[in-house]
T-cell receptor
Framework: AQKITQTQPGMFVQEKEAVTLDCTYDTSDPSYGLFWYKQPSSGEMIFLIYQGSYDQQNATEGRYSLNFQKARKSANLVISASQLGDSAMYFCAMRELTGGFKTIFGAGTRLFVKA | GAVVSQHPSWVICKSGTSVKIECRSLDFQATTMFWYRQFPKQSLMLMATSNEGSKATYEQGVEKDKFLINHASLTLSTLTVTSAHPEDSSFYIC?????????FGSGTRLTVV
């Protein structure tokens, strides 16, 4: 069964510094996708970045990069140059491509950016 | 980009009444819609998957008769919470598959009093 683990309930980072949010996963499916979403206090889910299991390079989207270590089954999110607006809940998620697009989410990490 | 419009954003209802939540795909056709439930400070839990023209698939432990899901057209999926009780109070959010990430509705905060 697929599983997503986020072990950091909360993280603090100083504005303009980089922060890494941890995510490990478990799946027996060789084809899967990994996602990170941001959820501000308003509740909306904002897609940040995607990594496919067969992608050779780590995904990057602006200030977001995904540190994909397949052998270790980890998909950590790195946010560079943190901004106050980055304060939110962050969820790691996984979709097994043979699972009909069903996606499961980790428990989430709340990020606090300090001025 | 793809947009999923979810209504209402919040609703307060009396115990025993039913509440309908709508999710519409505005500029694309969503043959599949996922419905999630989120308790405060917790993660999203998948409740069910609706498919246009067929019965919804419910996750284990989700009461089909309590949470009625209908996918009447390629642009509309609805979740009806029947005979709501205070324990049904939660944040409900829908999402449609996209490439690569899902497109989420803005969520509905349901409070049953």
């Amino acid at each position: 069964a697929q599983k997503i683990t986020q072990t950091q309930p909360g993280m603090f980072v100083q504005e303009k510094e980089a922060v890494t949010l941890d995510c490990t996963y478990d799946t027996s499916d060789p084809s899967y996708g990994l996602f990170w979403y941001k959820q501000p206090s308003s509740g909306e889910m904002i897609f940040l970045i995607y990594q496919g299991s067969y992608d050779q390079q780590n995904a990057t989207e602006g200030r977001y990069s995904l540190n994909f270590q397949k052998a270790r089954k980890s998909a950590n999110l790195v946010i560079s140059a943190s901004q106050l607006g980055d304060s939110a809940m962050y969820f790691c998620a996984m979709r097994e491509l043979t699972g009909g697009f069903k996606t499961i989410f980790g428990a989430g990490t709340r990020l606090f950016v300090k001025a | 980009g793809a947009v999923v419009s979810q209504h209402p954003s919040w609703v307060i209802c009396k115990s025993g009444t039913s509440v309908k939540i709508e999710c519409r795909s505005l500029d694309f056709q969503a043959t599949t819609m996922f419905w999630y439930r989120q308790f405060p400070k917790q993660s999203l839990m998948l409740m069910a998957t609706s498919n246009e023209g067929s019965k919804a698939t419910y996750e284990q432990g989700v009461e089909k008769d309590k949470f009625l899901i209908n996918h009447a057209s390629l642009t509309l999926s609805t979740l009806t919470v029947t005979s709501a009780h205070p324990e049904d109070s939660s944040f409900y959010i829908c999402s449609a598959p996209g490439l690569p990430g899902y497109t989420f509705g803005s969520g509905t905060r349901l409070t049953v009093v």
